[in-house]
């Protein structure tokens, strides 16, 4: 008669798969952290590399970062954001369900979760407005830039970039953005 090769019970081995579950939780919980806090340092870095005309503000104003839907950040962006200016002026992070709580905002982060008609009804009702001077930046949101988005990001850290549309929204793009975007759409989606 051979020999178990482990001489242990199940009831013994409950203990150690739950060690293995839990640790196998930690390292995933972590690195969904470690993406968004990746994402949060990127927003940062296009605030700084895109002009928005001098009329999108008013003397005072802080940039204004909308989050649109199921905040992926939690309290990352807050702290992140704390105390740091991008061309002089402060954040101010606000979170909605809909574009019309997050109206004065000068980039909008469209979580994912919606679905391809409402994110088009979204950008349609930023840009529908004459000077929206609005970035809009996807969560890894499928045609994203196709339906008229900005900049859609990638879990990777790579994103795609629409220039036209950035162009109807007045808002200049530093060649260093267009340099690393891994993908330029170079026109109208309409």
Known sequence: MKKPFLNISPLQLVPVI??????VFQQESRAQFDEYERK???IN?????????SKAFTEGDKLVLGILGDDPFGD???????????????WEIRRAKTIRELKGSHIVFMA????EEEVKTFLQEIYSRNNSFVL?????IPNFCKNGGIINLTPNG???LNIVS???????????????????IPYDPN
């Open 158 to 160: 790579l994103y795609t």
């Open 45 to 53: 870095t296009f605030a700084k590399y895109v002009n928005w005309p």
């Open 18 to 23: 739950a060690v293995l579950f839990i640790l």
């Open 136 to 140: 809009t930046i996807g969560d890894n």
């Open 112 to 115: 994912q979760g919606f679905k």
């Open 166 to 184: 950035a162009n109807k929204a007045q808002l200049t793009i530093d060649v260093k953005l267009l340099n690393l975007a891994s993908d330029i």
């Open 40 to 42: 949060a340092g990127i």
């Open 76 to 90: 990352v962006i807050d702290n992140m954001f704390r105390n740091r200016y991008v061309n002089g002026r402060a």
